[in-house]
């Protein structure tokens, strides 16, 4: 293996660990018990580092690019571009259905909040009909209408493998934070990649939101 592939490697493996470690409920229980003052802070600060860690792995892309692999020209240029605006579009539009003041960390700062768990109750927007992680989805959409050199298509391997991994981390977070309601979601929505046969219906939906039996 070429060292400077070998280097892009350990960079993005350096930082999904940080950001897994970061991200662990072991982790928020640790500094909420030893140090409650700092959880209106924590989320704050994951993202702050998230962004700040996210450096070294793209100054090596920047750095070694690589021979080009394949490029989209003619008309899959076209389509390729549609698809990664379309990922993007989908992205910001699916943002009013989140608490964006919570995913950042504002709230939590505001209230004063030293809790480890979702300030958010249980919710689902139009997208979580079709997939469970729409914000996966639309990363992977964008990622893969990209023109791939070799340091793309390494980026683009890891950061895949990285959300599918992910996604199972995440869907064992929101099963503590949501109990039984969750696990019948993870029954009837796949994970990352929309399947026609597999989606919410409104009734489904409807039922999910309004059931509070099995709450945790």
Same mark, same amino acid.
């Given at each position: 293996?070429?060292?400077?592939?070998?280097?892009?490697?350990?960079?993005?493996?350096?930082?999904?660990?940080?950001?897994?470690?970061?991200?662990?409920?072991?982790?928020?229980?640790?500094?909420?018990?030893?140090?409650?003052?700092?959880?209106?802070?924590?989320?704050?600060?994951?993202?702050?580092?998230?962004?700040?860690?996210?450096?070294?792995?793209?100054?090596?892309?920047?750095?070694?690019?690589?021979?080009?692999?394949?490029?989209?020209?003619?008309?899959?240029?076209?389509?390729?571009?549609?698809?990664?605006?379309?990922?993007?579009?989908?992205?910001?539009?699916?943002?009013?259905?989140?608490?964006?003041?919570?995913?950042?960390?504002?709230?939590?700062?505001?209230?004063?909040?030293?809790?480890?768990?979702?300030?958010?109750?249980?919710?689902?927007?139009?997208?979580? =009909?079709?997939?469970?992680?729409?914000?996966?989805?639309?990363?992977?959409?964008?990622?893969?209408? =990209?023109?791939?050199?070799?340091?793309?298509?390494?980026?683009?391997?890891?950061?895949?493998?990285?959300?599918?991994?992910?996604?199972?981390?995440?869907?064992?977070?929101?099963?503590?934070?949501?109990?039984?309601?969750? =696990?019948?979601?993870?029954?009837?929505?796949?994970?990352?990649?929309?399947?026609?046969?597999?989606?919410?219906?409104?009734?489904?939906?409807?039922?999910?939101?309004?059931?509070?039996?099995?709450? =945790?």
């Amino acid at each position: 293996m070429h060292s400077t592939t070998l280097l892009l490697i350990l960079s993005w493996l350096f930082y999904f660990l940080i950001h897994s470690l970061l991200a662990s409920i072991s982790v928020k229980d640790f500094v909420a018990s030893k140090y409650p003052k700092a959880m209106p802070y924590y989320r704050l600060t994951f993202n702050i580092l998230a962004v700040l860690f996210l450096a070294l792995p793209l100054w090596a892309m920047q750095n070694w690019s690589g021979d080009w692999l394949w490029q989209w020209i003619g008309y899959w240029s076209w389509f390729a571009h549609t698809i990664a605006l379309l990922s993007i579009v989908g992205f910001i539009w699916s943002l009013k259905y989140y608490d964006m003041s919570e995913f950042f960390g504002f709230r939590q700062l505001s209230n004063q909040v030293t809790s480890v768990d979702d300030q958010e109750q249980f919710h689902l927007s139009p997208f979580h =009909r079709w997939v469970r992680h729409p914000w996966y989805f639309f990363a992977l959409l964008f990622i893969w209408a =990209r023109d791939m050199n070799e340091a793309m298509l390494v980026s683009a391997i890891m950061m895949t493998l990285y959300f599918v991994i992910g996604s199972r981390y995440e869907d064992r977070k929101l099963i503590r934070y949501h109990g039984e309601r969750y =696990r019948r979601y993870i029954e009837l929505v796949p994970g990352l990649i929309p399947l026609p046969w597999r989606y919410l219906s409104q009734a489904q939906m409807d039922e999910l939101l309004s059931d509070d039996r099995n709450d =945790r």
